[in-house]
């Protein structure tokens, strides 16, 4: 029976994470790790009686607080023996933010993460929400990704997608270890319950007003975070090591996204977009108003007939849309 710790539990889809995790009757204990204080949504779990749930904060930024980690009591206690990283995705988050390393945040993160899990003998089972952005893209809409397909390697990659790639390059790296047995799932634009988007890069932070390459429109593979938490939930508890993509059966045209969820994209002219994020990234100034890069022009489905058949991983979810209380369409998640 694993024991599981998970990272950035007080975030959306980690909190989902959790949930899915706790229910499952095979996973014996959960040490969930946060930048803040516990969930609400954990009250309950916090209070059973089985003592199955418990919650430490950590930043896991820096190798001190990683390591205080790694080394604490509560981890030995637990006996963890299974860890899942899940990416920071909060609305206010900036992952480009470099941290003492001159890494950005979600790199400084997955590099301490697998030093420490190769580290510490107990933990034999690492699986990580990567990204589906990774991949190089051709003109058009008509990109169909298997795992196998070639990374998008072009020094020109803009930052926040460069995180992504170099993110993916350490848990690729050691996906082939002898004690460590890694699993990466490349996920799509993640679509929660009320609409909330996680993990595009195009999307990613507070809603505001965007500009995107004129004259494109790409097709975005969606997946509903309940269906992401059930592969995490197939990755635990598989003796299967390698990289999966998870995706669900729709895709959606970028500038549809954007308006069902309030961010906005106005067209502009694609040099003058490159021209500008270059000018701001040498200036130091944040370019978060600006969107580039090939993701903003071509649009990719994601095959997924390797999670079928070695993780048992299908999608259980629609996104579809629905009526809020204010009359808005909003995307949503429903069970197929």
């Not at 954007?258 to 994020?277: I, N």
Request: glycine letters at 8%; charged letters at 20%.
């Amino acid at each position: 029976m694993p024991n599981v710790l998970v990272t950035h539990a007080d975030e959306p889809l980690g909190r989902r994470i959790v949930k899915s995790l706790y229910h499952d009757p095979s996973v014996e204990h959960l040490l969930t790790v946060g930048a803040g204080p516990p969930p609400r949504a954990f009250d309950r779990f916090l209070a059973d009686a089985t003592c199955r749930l418990s919650y430490l904060r950590a930043d896991l930024a820096r190798h001190r607080s990683v390591s205080d980690l790694f080394h604490s009591a509560a981890l030995r206690e637990a006996a963890i023996d299974t860890v899942v990283h899940v990416p920071r995705h909060g609305a206010t988050q900036d992952d480009d933010t470099p941290v003492a390393s001159g890494l950005p945040l979600r790199t400084a993160e997955a590099r301490l993460l697998v030093q420490h899990c190769l580290e510490v003998r107990s933990i034999r089972h690492l699986v990580a929400i990567g990204s589906a952005f990774v991949y190089r893209l051709q003109p058009g809409n008509a990109n169909r990704l298997c795992e196998n397909s070639e990374l998008d390697l072009d020094p020109a990659v803009p930052p926040d997608l460069r995180s992504w790639i170099d993110c993916d390059m350490i848990f690729h790296g050691e996906v082939g270890a002898d004690r460590l047995r890694v699993v990466l799932l490349r996920v799509p634009t993640v679509v929660a319950s009320g609409g909330f988007v996680y993990l595009n890069p195009s999307l990613a932070g507070p809603a505001r007003l965007r500009f995107r390459p004129a004259g494109f429109d790409p097709m975005c593979a969606l997946v509903a975070d309940k269906d992401v938490a059930r592969a995490v939930r197939e990755a635990v508890g598989s003796d299967r090591a390698g990289i999966y993509n998870i995706s669900g059966v729709e895709s959606l045209p970028l500038s549809v996204i954007a308006r069902w969820t309030r961010r906005p994209t106005l067209p502009a002219p694609g040099l003058l977009l490159s021209a500008a994020a270059t000018a701001l990234r040498w200036s130091g100034a944040p370019a978060g108003l600006l969107v580039h890069g090939e993701h903003l022009r071509y649009g990719f489905t994601l095959d997924t007939e390797l999670a079928a058949r070695e993780l048992g991983y299908f999608p259980s979810y629609r996104i579809g849309l629905s009526r809020a209380g204010d009359g808005v369409l909003r995307l949503e998640t429903s069970a197929a």
